[in-house]
Nanobody, 126 residues
């Protein structure tokens, strides 16, 4: 129903900034939540930030104050502005959307979402 494509990843030095984009395409469907997750090698996918509904925003404690999630509805695009990057931020970053009823109730869990992008690599060097 919907395809998500991330872009903007790359290599950046610690303390630098990067902006990720996620563009949605395909059939228009209701999206009750959209957000970002990340996954480092050998680790579980973890919540980063999301929108619930049109207004409510949540951030993981590890990124709060450094990352900002935003969206441009006219362009069907979700953004993640990442500032003061640390080596611990190194991971593949994924865009996710909830387009239907998944049955999950915890919005910070990957199972809450039913549409995912392919991921974009973010590497932060020291």
């Amino acid at each position: 129903q919907v395809q998500l494509v991330e872009s903007g990843g790359g290599l950046v030095q610690a303390g630098g900034s990067l902006r990720l984009s996620c563009t949605a395409s395909g059939r228009t469907v209701s999206r009750s939540a959209m957000g970002w997750f990340r996954q480092a090698p050998g680790k579980a996918r973890e919540f980063v930030a999301n929108f619930i509904g049109s207004t409510t925003i949540y951030y993981a404690a590890s990124v709060k104050g450094r990352f900002t999630i935003s969206r441009d509805n006219a362009r069907n695009t979700l953004y993640l502005q990442m500032n003061s990057l640390k080596p611990d931020d190194t991971a593949v970053y994924y865009c996710a959307a909830r387009t239907g009823t998944t049955g999950a109730s915890v919005h910070t869990a990957p199972s809450f979402y039913d549409a995912w992008g392919q991921g974009t690599q973010v590497t932060v060097s020291s």
